[in-house]
C-alpha cells in the first residue's frame, strides 16, 4: 500500500520521501488547485522527479482546476513537457482535462476527490474512461471504499489525514462570490472557518457559532483495515501546510504501516502509541470523518477558528557529518537553554537541550534568528534535512 | 425558440406557467424531497401536482441533484422507479455521473438533464459527456459562473440538437454539505438534530452575510444573500444559443406577483416583488483566479536556461554584514566553483552580479566548488538578503 503526502514545494517533496511518502502529490504552476501553494516550475518539478525517483517515491502532479476554454489549449501544450519530466501520473477531475490527457498523453490518471466520486456506479463510469485510480470522496467509509476496491478492480486512493472541506469537494463556491477567488481553481479562502451568527427566524433564536467547520481527519483506527481490504493508496492532505506538519505526519504514518504489516501492534495498542505523537501535529481537534460512521455534530470544530498548536517548527538540519557541531537553518526563534525535538526520518525523536547557540563564525548567540544558519551541539542520530520543533 | 422553465410547489405555479402568453414552458420542474437537497414537495405532494402537470399536456422534468452514496443509490433508484412506472417520460436533472450512468443502464430510454453547475466549464468536457450519454441527453444545465464568451464558446461548440440551460433568476447555490450543520442534539452530542431547520447566517468578515441556511435529510445548503438575475439579457443569451432560461422563485412565498410582471416583461416589476437584491454575478466577467499571480514571488521564482539564459543554482541562506553569504547549493546536476559569475536576485527583484572569488565551508575552510545540498560561504555582497535567488551566467 501506497502512502500518499503532499509537496507543496520542492523542500516540502523532499521532507515528505525522507520521511518515508512512497509518493508525493505537487502542484504544477497552472491547472492544480492551491494556486496560493508555492508551485513546481517545470525546473523545479522535474528536480522534485528525480530526487523521488531515486529514493524510490512516484509523484503525481494535480490538473484537477477545473479549466475554462482557452485554458484547454495551454494544457494540450504543457502535456509532453511533463511526459519528459517523468511525473508518474495526473491528477484530474474535470471530464474535459481528463479527456485531454487520456487522449495526448500516455499519463496515468487518478481522477480527483474534487470530483466526489461516492458510490460504485461512479468509480466504475471513471473506469470506463480509463482512469487508473479513483481518489473518493471524503464522503465514503472505509468498509464502502473497500468494497468499491473489489468490485470495480481500480486502484483506489482515500483521504486519511488532514483538514477537510465540509461541503462535498468542489461543491462550494462561497469564495468565488464572496472573495472573487475560486474555490475550485485553489482560491478558497475558507468561509467555512468563519465565525457566524446564526438567525433562526422560526424562534427567534440567536447563536454565535462556527458551525460550518470541520475538524480534522485523523485514520489511524483505520489504517489495519486499508491495508487488509486492498486500498491502494492512503492520502495525507495538505499541499499548504508547514514542512513540519508534513514530517511528522508522513513519519507517523509511516511507522504505523510498518508497525501493522510486521504485527508489532494490534488495536488499542495503535491508538494508544500513535495519538500523543499526532495531537503535537497542529490540528483542529481530530475526528475520523465519515471513515467509520457518517461524520456526526461531533464532527464540528466550534470552538475557534484556528488550529491548536502545540510545537512549532524551529530548524532544519543541514549539516550533520561534522564531530563536533549541527549546522541548522533556523526557521523560528528559541533561546538557549530551550528543549528542542529533533523529528528522525525513523524511530523515536530525541528530545534535548539547546546547550548553545552559536553563530556560523562561532560567536555565541542568546537566542536563534529566523532565516539565519547557526551551530548546535551535534546529536549523533541527527541527519541532514531532519526537522527540529519546540513547544510553543 | 427559448423556453422559460419554472419549478411548481403549488397547483398555482402549474396554472401561471401554463397561462404565460409566449412566455410559456413546456416542461415543468417537479422538485422531490427525497431526489434534491433544495426546497422541494413531500411525495403526496409531488404526486398530485404530477398528475396535474401531466393532465395539462406539460411534462414533468425532476431534479436528482443529490450526490449519493451506495447505501443512497439504491433508496434513490427505488424512487425513481415508482416514478416512471406512473409517469414513463419523466425527464431526470441529474449532476453525479455514477447515477446518471446507473439511471441508463436500467432505462435505455430515459431522459437526462445533465446538471454541470458546478465545474465543466469548458467544451472539452461538455462534449466528452454528450459523447458518452449520447441519446439519454437531452440538455446540459451550465454553471452560473460561465462568463457569456464561454457560454457562447460552448454552445457553438455542441451539436445544435442538445439543449441548453441557465439559471436566469433565482438563488445563488453556494454550497452543499452532506452534513446537517445547523443546531444541536442536546441529549447526545454525536448526533444531528433530524429536523428540517432555516437559518441565516451572518458573519463579520466582508461578504459573507445573510447567507440563507437549509439543513434537511440530505445535510445542509447555502444561499447567497442575494439573487441571480440574467432577466435582462435573455435575448442577447438566446442569440448565443441558451435555449432554456430557468427561474426559480421557490423560496419566495408570494409568486403570483412575480408571475404577472414576467407575464408583462415588466422585468423590473419582477426584481421589485423579489424580496432579495440582485447581481449578474459572473455573466460579464470571471476572474476569479486572478488574484493568485499576485501572491506569488515571482522573483524568486526558479527558471531554467531557457527562459533567462541562466542555471539555477539555489538560495542565500544566511546573510553577515561586512563578512560573509551562505549558499546552498540546490542543483542537483550543477557545481558552484570559484571563478564563476554568479547573479543574485534579491526578493524585491534587485540583481547583483558577482564573481566568486573564494570559498569557504562551514569550518571555513576553503574549498573550490560547492556541490548538490552543501552549504558554501562567500564574501558578503552588499544589498543581498536570505532568500534571495542565486543563478550561475
Ligand atoms: S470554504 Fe470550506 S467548505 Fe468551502 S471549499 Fe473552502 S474548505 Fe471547502
Not at chain 2, 451506495?70 to 412506472?85: C, P, S, W
Not at chain 2, 445542509?220 to 441558451?242: C, M, P, R
Not at chain 2, 560561504?377 to 532568500?387: A, P
Amino acid at each position: 500500500m501506497e502512502l500518499l503526502a503532499p509537496g507543496g514545494s520542492l523542500e516540502k517533496l523532499k521532507t515528505a520521501v525522507l520521511y518515508g511518502a512512497n509518493a508525493v502529490y505537487v502542484g504544477g504552476e497552472r491547472f492544480g488547485l492551491r494556486a496560493a501553494a508555492d508551485n513546481f516550475s517545470e525546473i523545479e518539478l522535474k528536480d522534485g522527479v528525480d530526487f523521488a525517483h531515486k529514493h524510490g517515491a512516484l509523484v503525481y502532479l494535480t490538473l484537477n482546476s477545473f479549466l475554462y476554454g482557452e485554458e484547454i489549449q495551454q494544457l494540450r501544450d504543457y502535456l509532453p513537457t511533463l511526459e519528459n519530466i517523468g511525473v508518474d501520473g495526473a491528477i484530474v477531475s474535470d471530464i474535459g482535462v481528463f479527456e485531454v490527457v487520456a487522449s495526448l498523453s500516455s499519463l496515468p490518471i487518478h481522477v480527483s476527490t474534487q470530483a466526489s466520486t461516492i458510490n460504485l456506479p461512479h468509480v466504475e463510469f471513471w473506469k470506463r474512461q480509463g482512469a487508473r485510480r479513483v481518489i473518493l470522496g471524503r464522503e465514503v467509509s472505509m468498509a464502502a471504499a473497500i468494497e468499491m476496491r473489489k468490485e470495480a478492480k481500480i486502484e483506489i486512493e482515500l483521504f486519511i489525514h488532514g483538514s477537510m472541506c465540509i461541503a462535498y469537494s468542489g461543491n462550494c463556491i462561497i469564495s468565488n462570490f464572496t472573495s472573487g477567488r475560486d474555490s475550485n481553481r485553489g482560491g478558497c479562502a475558507h468561509s467555512c472557518r468563519f465565525l457566524y451568527e446564526l438567525s433562526f427566524p422560526e424562534n427567534g433564536k440567536k447563536e454565535k457559532s462556527y458551525f460550518m467547520s470541520s475538524k480534522d481527519l485523523w485514520g489511524i483506527a483505520q489504517v489495519k483495515a486499508a491495508i487488509e481490504g486492498g486500498i491502494d493508496s492512503l492520502k495525507i492532505e495538505g499541499r499548504m501546510k508547514s514542512n513540519l506538519y508534513v514530517a511528522s505526519t508522513t513519519k507517523l504514518y509511516s511507522q504505523l504501516v510498518k508497525d501493522i504489516l510486521s504485527g508489532k501492534l494490534e488495536g488499542d495498542d495503535i491508538l494508544i502509541k500513535y495519538q500523543n505523537e499526532f495531537l503535537k501535529i497542529p490540528n483542529r481537534h481530530y475526528c475520523d470523518g465519515n471513515l467509520s460512521q457518517y461524520a456526526g455534530m461531533d464532527s464540528i470544530y466550534n470552538d475557534r477558528e484556528n488550529e491548536i498548536k502545540e510545537y512549532d517548527f524551529v530548524g532544519v538540519v543541514l549539516e550533520a557529518d561534522q564531530s563536533d557541531f549541527m549546522l541548522v537553518e533556523v526557521r523560528r526563534t528559541f533561546y538557549e537553554g530551550d528543549m528542542l525535538e529533533l523529528i528522525t526520518f525513523e524511530g523515536e525523536d530525541i528530545t534535548f537541550k539547546a546547550l548553545h547557540i552559536l553563530d556560523v563564525r562561532g560567536n555565541r548567540q542568546l537566542k536563534s534568528r529566523p532565516g539565519t544558519l547557526i551551530k548546535m551541539q551535534k546529536i549523533s542520530q541527527a541527519a541532514k534535512w531532519n526537522l527540529l520543533r519546540a513547544k510553543i | 425558440m427559448s423556453e422559460f422553465i419554472f419549478y411548481a410547489l403549488s397547483v398555482m405555479d402549474i396554472e401561471k406557467n401554463l397561462s404565460q402568453t409566449g412566455h410559456h414552458s413546456l416542461t415543468i420542474i417537479l422538485p422531490h424531497a427525497q431526489l434534491t437537497p433544495h426546497l422541494a414537495l413531500e411525495n403526496d405532494q409531488f404526486e398530485k401536482l404530477a398528475i396535474f402537470a401531466w393532465a395539462r399536456g406539460l411534462r414533468v422534468a425532476v431534479d436528482l441533484d443529490l450526490i449519493p452514496d451506495d447505501d443512497q443509490l439504491e433508496k434513490i433508484m427505488r424512487v425513481v422507479a415508482e416514478i416512471l412506472t406512473k409517469w414513463p417520460k419523466t425527464i431526470f436533472r441529474v449532476k453525479n455521473y455514477g447515477l446518471a450512468s446507473l439511471l441508463v443502464s436500467y432505462y435505455p430510454n430515459i431522459l437526462l438533464h445533465l446538471n454541470v453547475e458546478f465545474g465543466h466549464h469548458n467544451k472539452e468536457s461538455l462534449l466528452k459527456l454528450a459523447h458518452i450519454f449520447e441519446k439519454n441527453l437531452q440538455r446540459f444545465i451550465l454553471s452560473i459562473e460561465l462568463p457569456q464568451n464561454d457560454i457562447a464558446a460552448i454552445v457553438a461548440a455542441l451539436p445544435s440538437s442538445l439543449e441548453i440551460e441557465i439559471l436566469l433568476h433565482g438563488p445563488i447555490f453556494l454550497f452543499y454539505s452532506p452534513r446537517k450543520l445547523l443546531g444541536r442534539d442536546e441529549k447526545n452530542e454525536a448526533r444531528w438534530p433530524s429536523s428540517h431547520l432555516f437559518a441565516l447566517a451572518d458573519s463579520e468578515e466582508n461578504a459573507h452575510k445573510n447567507f440563507r441556511v437549509y439543513q434537511n435529510s440530505h445535510g445542509t445548503i447555502l444561499y447567497h444573500h442575494k439573487y441571480l438575475s440574467l432577466l435582462e439579457e435573455w435575448e442577447k443569451l438566446a442569440q448565443l444559443g441558451v435555449t432554456h432560461f430557468r427561474l426559480d422563485w421557490r423560496e419566495i412565498k408570494d409568486r403570483s406577483a412575480l408571475y404577472d410582471s414576467w407575464q408583462k416583461k415588466e422585468y423590473l416589476q419582477v426584481a421589485t416583488h423579489t424580496p432579495f437584491k440582485t447581481i449578474r454575478g459572473f455573466h460579464q466577467n470571471n476572474k476569479s483566479d486572478s488574484i493568485f499571480v499576485k501572491l506569488k514571488n515571482q522573483n524568486l521564482r526558479r527558471q531554467g536556461p531557457q527562459e533567462n539564459g541562466r542555471t539555477y543554482l539555489g538560495t542565500v541562506m544566511d546573510v553577515q554584514r561586512g563578512g560573509h553569504l551562505a549558499i546552498l547549493n540546490l542543483n542537483s546536476t550543477n557545481q558552484l566553483c570559484v571563478g564563476e559569475q554568479i547573479v543574485i536576485t534579491t526578493p524585491e527583484g534587485k540583481e547583483i552580479t558577482v564573481k566568486v572569488a573564494s570559498l569557504f565551508n562551514s569550518r571555513w575552510q576553503s574549498i573550490e566548488r560547492l556541490a548538490y545540498e552543501e552549504i558554501g560561504f562567500i564574501n558578503y555582497v552588499k544589498g543581498v538578503t536570505t532568500k534571495s535567488k542565486v543563478e550561475k551566467v
